[in-house]
C-alpha cells in the first residue's frame, strides 16, 4: 500500500500557494523532483480495470471534480458508462466547487485520509501538485503497462509533461480563439472569411467596426490571455525555460513581448475602438452577443455557447490569437485541467483510478465529452467518431480552434510556464493589465512593478518547498 510521506510538506506549502484565490475560467499551469513517486503502484500499474480488484467486493475510486452545470451532467455520464462497463471498481465522482475550493479541500483532507483517490486539478496548478509529493506520476503507470501515448495529442501532453515525465492526465482542455461578428465586418467593408491575424490588423480592423453604440473589440482583463500572447511570440513568461529547465526564479512579464502586448491593447482603449469591460468574460461574452463588440477574446469551450447566443442575429466568425507582424514562431498553450492520482490511498485503488483515466481516454469517451463541453478531445481518434463529424459539420468554427492546436509549434513557450505561485501571479498581472488600461501607469512601469512582486513570491515559495 502506498502511503504519502509528506503531509507536513504538503501542509506547509498549501497555504502559501492558495494565499489568494483563483477561479480557472477555462477551466478560466519546470523542472521537478520525481516527487511521490514509489514503486508498488507502478508494479500493478498495467492491470485494468477488471483486474485492479484483488479484494472482496469493487474498488471505490473517489474522484473529486470542479465541472458545475451541463460540464459536470456529462462528468457523471462518463462515470455511470465507465461504472456499467465492468464491476470491478466504482467511481464516484464528487463536485467541490471551484478548482481553488477543490485545491483547498485537498489540503484540509490530507491528515484524516478523507481525500479522493483521483482528483481533477487546473493547469496552473501543476507545479504545486508535483512539489507536493502526494501524487503517484501517471508516467508510472504508462510505463508499467506499456499504454501508447502516441495516440494522444502532443501539443496536449507536453504541456503536462516535465523533464519528460507526465505527471498527470489531461483531462478537459481548450485555448483562446479570436470570435467576431461576420455580419459587422460586412458592412464595415472588411471581408468575413478573412479575420485580422496580426496586432496591427486587429486595430485596423477595430478602428473600422467603431460607430456610435458599437465598439470594434473589448477583451476581458484575463490573465490567461497575456499568457497566451506571449506563447504566440514564441516568448517565454518565467526564466530557466519558462521554469522547466529549472525551477523558475523569475518572471519575465515586463519583457518585450508583455510590453508590446499591453501598449497595443492600451492603443486601442485610447482611440476608442475598444471597450474595457473588466475581468470577467462572461461580461465581453454577452456585449458580444448584443452586436455591442464587433470582436472578442474567449476560449474554445466557450465556442458552442457563444455561436448559440448569436443564432438569428449575426453569424459569427472565428480566428486565430492574433500576435505581432514581426512575432516568432510560437502558438497558443492549452488550458483546462488534468487529473491527478492520489498517493495516500491503496493500491487497488489507484490501479483503479488508472482505469479510469483510460476509459476517459478512450476515442468514443473523447467524442462524447468534446461535443458536450466543447473543450478538445485529447485523443486523435476521436475526430473520426461521426458523433465528432457531425458536430463540426453543426459548429464549423471549432475548425479554427483544431487548426491552432495542431499548427502550434512545439517549444519551452508554447509548452507554457509553470510555478508554484501561478494563481497569484496570474492575479498580479491582471492588476497590471487593469492599471494601464485605467490609465494609471504606463506599460512598462505596470508591468515592471508585477514581475517584481511575482518574482518575490516565486522566491518564497521556492524556499518553503527547498529540502
Not at 174 to 180: D, K, Q, R, T, V
Not at 328 to 348: L, Q, R, T
Request: aromatic share 8%; glycine share 8%.
Amino acid at each position: 500500500m502506498l502511503q504519502s510521506k509528506s503531509k507536513k510538506h504538503l501542509s506547509l506549502i498549501l497555504p502559501l500557494a492558495m494565499t489568494m484565490t483563483f477561479t480557472a475560467a477555462c477551466g478560466g499551469n519546470s523542472g521537478g523532483s520525481a516527487a511521490g513517486e514509489s514503486k508498488p503502484a507502478a508494479t500493478g500499474a498495467a492491470e485494468s480495470g477488471k483486474e485492479a480488484a484483488k479484494t472482496e467486493g469493487p474498488v471505490k475510486v473517489v474522484y473529486w471534480h470542479a465541472m458545475g452545470g451541463e460540464l459536470g451532467k456529462a462528468v457523471d455520464k462518463l462515470v455511470a458508462d465507465f461504472n456499467a462497463s465492468q464491476k470491478d471498481v466504482v467511481v464516484e465522482a464528487v463536485f467541490q466547487g471551484t478548482y481553488d475550493e477543490s485545491l483547498n479541500k485537498l489540503k484540509a483532507s490530507m491528515d484524516s485520509k478523507s481525500g479522493p483517490t483521483l482528483i481533477q486539478v487546473y493547469e496552473i496548478g501543476s507545479r504545486f501538485m508535483i512539489d507536493s509529493k502526494a501524487i503517484t506520476p501517471i508516467q508510472q503507470f504508462i510505463d508499467a503497462d506499456k499504454y501508447d501515448i502516441s495516440q494522444l495529442e502532443e501539443n496536449i501532453l507536453n504541456y503536462y509533461k516535465v523533464d519528460g515525465k507526465l505527471y498527470s492526465m489531461p483531462f478537459n482542455t481548450s485555448n483562446p480563439i479570436l470570435y467576431y461578428n461576420k455580419d459587422l465586418f460586412k458592412a464595415a467593408g472588411l471581408d468575413p472569411e478573412k479575420p485580422p491575424a496580426t496586432y496591427e490588423e486587429v486595430a485596423e480592423a477595430a478602428k473600422k467596426l467603431t460607430k456610435d453604440g458599437q465598439a470594434g473589440a473589448s477583451f476581458a482583463i484575463y490573465g490567461w490571455f497575456m499568457e497566451q500572447f506571449f506563447a504566440n511570440q514564441g516568448a517565454e513568461l518565467l526564466n530557466n525555460g519558462n521554469g522547466r529547465t529549472s525551477p523558475a526564479t523569475e518572471s519575465l512579464l515586463a519583457s518585450d513581448a508583455g510590453v508590446k502586448t499591453l501598449t497595443w491593447w492600451k492603443g486601442m482603449i485610447d482611440d476608442k475602438s475598444m471597450m474595457n469591460l473588466g475581468r470577467k468574460t462572461d461580461d465581453t461574452k454577452k456585449a458580444f452577443a448584443a452586436g455591442q463588440i464587433a470582436m472578442t477574446l474567449d476560449s474554445t469551450a466557450s465556442l458552442r455557447g457563444i455561436v448559440s447566443a448569436a443564432e438569428g442575429k449575426f453569424e459569427v466568425g472565428t480566428g486565430f490569437l492574433p500576435k505581432p507582424s514581426d512575432a516568432k514562431e510560437g502558438g497558443v498553450i492549452v488550458g483546462g485541467a488534468s487529473n491527478y492520482i492520489m498517493n495516500n490511498k491503496s493500491e487497488a485503488e489507484q490501479k483503479g483510478a488508472w482505469a479510469f483515466i483510460k476509459f476517459l481516454a478512450d476515442p468514443k469517451q473523447q467524442a462524447y465529452w468534446h461535443v458536450n463541453t466543447g473543450y478538445f478531445p485529447i485523443t486523435k481518434k476521436a475526430y473520426d467518431e461521426q458523433l465528432v463529424k457531425d458536430n463540426l459539420t453543426k459548429y464549423p468554427q471549432f475548425k479554427t480552434a483544431v487548426d491552432q492546436l495542431h499548427q502550434t509549434k512545439a517549444n519551452l513557450a508554447t509548452q507554457g510556464a509553470v510555478m508554484g505561485i501561478f494563481p497569484q501571479a496570474r492575479q498580479l498581472t491582471e492588476g497590471a493589465i487593469e492599471e494601464v488600461l485605467n490609465g494609471k501607469k504606463a506599460p512598462k512601469e505596470a508591468l515592471d512593478a508585477a514581475a517584481k512582486e511575482i518574482t518575490a513570491k516565486i522566491a518564497e515559495y521556492n524556499k518553503t518547498t527547498a529540502k
